[in-house]
Nanobody
């Protein structure tokens, strides 16, 4: 099974940028569809974006579309979340997740993912 470790979170001012990384180990990374989710205090975990096994397709939640970008480097066993124009509503713990699927579909529901990282905190100050 794959293990996931997120990094890159921190405190940033509104309007700023952060790049989250998710390093995978223990599996064939290119076999996994990858997703990013987040959970703000007192709220349910929500979908942020996802990419297919090759990285050829991406999909984003409306709340982050145009501001966040997912990329992956299968040679480095890593997936990234570039976050621009951050605002206070982006404050949350961000999780990467992996799904072992046989087709290159975009998965948007957390129950569809099999493996999760421990999360990294992103705090946006206004």
């Amino acid at each position: 099974q794959v293990q996931l470790i997120e990094s890159g979170g921190g405190l940033v001012q509104a309007g700023g940028s952060l790049r989250l990384s998710c390093a995978a180990s223990g599996g064939t990374f290119s076999s996994y569809n990858m997703g990013w989710f987040r959970q703000a205090p007192g709220k349910e975990r929500e979908f942020v974006g996802a990419t297919t096994r090759s990285g050829g397709r991406t999909y984003y939640a409306d709340a982050v579309k145009g501001r966040f970008t997912i990329s992956r480097d299968n040679a480095k066993n890593a997936v990234y979340l570039q976050m621009n124009s951050l605002n206070s509503e982006d404050t949350a713990v961000y999780y990467c997740a992996a799904a072992l699927v046989s087709t290159g579909v975009i998965l948007t529901r957390d129950l569809q993912y099999h493996y999760w990282g421990q999360g990294t905190q992103v705090t946006v100050s206004s």
